[in-house]
Structures are given as C-alpha cells and as structure tokens.
C-alpha cells in the first residue's frame, strides 16, 4: 500500500497551494521558502529503506532550516524498533505536533456490505436508520460550492482559509480519483464528505456538517454512503485519516469528539511510528 500524499495527483495539489515539489528516488518531497531562513520541508508517509545520506545531502544544497517526516511504518511491524532508531541515531527528534495522523482506523471493504453494516455499534447503526427516518439523502454530487458553504458555516469565522485548498484539492482530483457525498434535509445541502482515492484506497478527507445535519444524524448515514461509494470503486480499504492519539495529548486534545464518531464503524484501529523533525 502506498500512501496518497505520495501521488502525483497529490503533488499537483501541493503545487498549486504554494508548494516547490522535489524528489529523492521515488519519493515526493514538499518545500516552501521563507526569505532569509531558506526552506522548510516535509515528506509525507516515506517508506523504509529510508534514505538517510540522499535526505542529508539535499537539506545542505536547499539550506533546509527544518525538515520534517512521518515514516510509513505502523508500530505492528517487526521492524519497527530498528526503523525508530534509525531516526534516532541520525539525529532527528520526535515530532510533538505531527504533521500526518498517527493513529487511524482502516475499514475492510472486501467485505459484503450487510457485513460492513453490521460492524457498526449499534448505537451506529440505530442513527443511519434515524437519518433515513427523518428524511435525509445522502448521494453523489458536483455541488462543490455547496461543500464550501457548509464548511465556511461550521467553521466560522475562519471558514474561508479553507477554500483555496478544497479548490485545489478538487482541481487535481475530480473527477477520477474523487467523490463528493452531500446530505439533503428537504432538498438543502446540510452535510458532506470528500473522498479521495489511491491505490485502492479510500480517504476520509473532509467532513463537515451544519448543526441541523447534526442533529438528523445526516454524519452517520454519509459515512455509510461514503462506504458503499468506496466499495463501488474497487476500494479495498477505508481510511478515516487520523483519529486520537494518547503518545501527543495536546496535538490532539481537538480530536477525541470525531475520533469518538469514528470509532463507532468498526475496523482496525492502526498505529504509525512517531513523525521525526531535523
């Protein structure tokens, strides 16, 4: 499996948000410049062999003054212990803010979808059967202005710093490796999800809902659409993109309400290696 941020499509997206795009090998690297201090800089989800000398030499002739990774290695791995020192011995320190989640949850889609169903907690289940009751629709569609007003609303009043990223995400992506779920109370959009797809994977990327949504419970029965839609594509995993993480407390204090939501689907609960900083 490798991971979307290690795309091309991916790094289209990183392009047309300001981001310089590099590579060592195979693998992308993302740099912004800042005047005076030189770059900083991130790669996403490396995979192992990890190229320690190559990584050393372009931080000297790009005068990166941070550089930071998130290794793609779950802690299951047999080798995780020698990975993490690798890092260690080299020099890097372990990231209190990491840049990539590293606690998730994978949903198996190779499953029949009544057996998806009924991997929900009950509770789970009793709300995407509410949502039905009290009248939501959750479909496909292209109203990607409609997402945005969703998400400005809930996330008022900074919710426009995101729409330049959500454009550009949908640029890049849509309509082959994309899917837009919106949630209709009496023909009003009132809740969304934004899925991506990679290497037969799917990417819980945005949510958002307004507070009627909520309350109809149209956040559940997205979920279960988004799930079917992924199945549909040929997905063979789900993946939530981060859920709490108990090793980074104050990174992520905000996160144990969704993770709470999450966790309420089932699947298999993944734990990366800790994101590095140089």
């Given at each position: 499996?490798k991971?979307?941020?290690?795309?091309s499509?991916f790094?289209?997206?990183?392009?047309?948000?300001?981001?310089q795009v590099?590579?060592?090998?195979s693998?992308?690297?993302?740099?912004?410049?800042?005047?005076i201090?030189?770059?900083f800089a991130?790669?996403?989800?490396?995979k192992?062999p990890?190229p320690?000398l190559?990584?050393?030499?372009?931080?000297?002739?790009?005068n990166i003054?941070?550089l930071?990774?998130?290794?793609?290695?779950?802690?299951?791995?047999?080798?995780?212990?020698?990975y993490?020192?690798?890092?260690l011995?080299?020099?890097?320190?372990?990231?209190?803010?990491?840049f990539?989640p590293t606690?998730?949850?994978?949903?198996?889609?190779?499953?029949?979808?009544?057996?998806?169903?009924n991997?929900?907690?009950?509770?789970?289940?009793?709300?995407?059967?509410r949502?039905?009751?009290?009248?939501?629709?959750?479909r496909e569609s292209?109203?990607?202005e409609s997402?945005?007003r969703?998400?400005?609303?809930q996330y008022?009043?900074t919710?426009?710093?995101v729409v330049?990223e959500m454009k550009?995400l949908?640029k890049?992506f849509y309509?082959?490796?994309?899917s837009?779920?919106?949630?209709y109370?009496q023909?009003?959009?009132?809740?969304?999800i934004l899925l991506?797809f990679?290497?037969h994977t799917?990417y819980?990327w945005?949510?958002?809902?307004l507070?009627?949504?909520?309350?109809?419970?149209?956040?559940?029965?997205l979920?279960?659409?988004?799930?079917?839609v992924?199945?549909?594509r040929?997905c063979?995993?789900f993946?939530?993109?981060g859920i709490?993480?108990?090793?980074?407390?104050?990174a992520?204090?905000?996160?144990?309400?969704f993770?709470k939501f999450k966790e309420?689907?089932?699947?298999?609960?993944?734990?990366?290696?800790?994101n590095?900083?140089?």
């Open positions: 499996m991971d979307i941020r290690q795309s499509r790094a289209g997206f990183m392009k047309n948000i300001g981001w590099g590579k060592i090998n693998t992308f690297i993302y740099l912004k410049k800042f005047p201090f030189g770059y991130k790669i996403p989800r490396l192992p990890f320690f190559e990584i050393k030499n372009l931080v000297k002739n790009k003054f941070q930071k990774i998130a290794p793609f290695v779950t802690c299951e791995n047999n080798k995780y212990k020698y993490r020192s690798q890092f011995n080299n020099g890097y320190k372990i990231e209190n803010f990491p990539n606690t998730d949850i994978y949903i198996d889609l190779k499953r029949k979808e009544k057996d998806i169903f991997s929900f907690t009950p509770a789970k289940r009793r709300a995407v059967r949502a039905i009751k009290n009248g939501i629709i959750a292209d109203d990607l997402f945005i969703i998400r400005k609303k008022f009043p919710g426009f710093l330049s550009a949908w890049n309509p082959k490796d994309a837009l779920i919106l949630a109370n023909g009003e959009p009132v809740a969304g991506l990679y290497d799917a819980y945005y949510a958002s809902s507070k009627i949504g909520k309350k109809l419970f149209a956040p559940t029965l979920v279960w659409e988004a799930l079917k992924a199945k549909k040929g063979q995993t993946v939530f993109e709490y993480d108990e090793r980074f407390p104050k992520a204090e905000g996160w144990k309400g993770t309420g689907f089932g699947g298999k609960k993944v734990v990366y290696m800790e590095f900083y140089l």
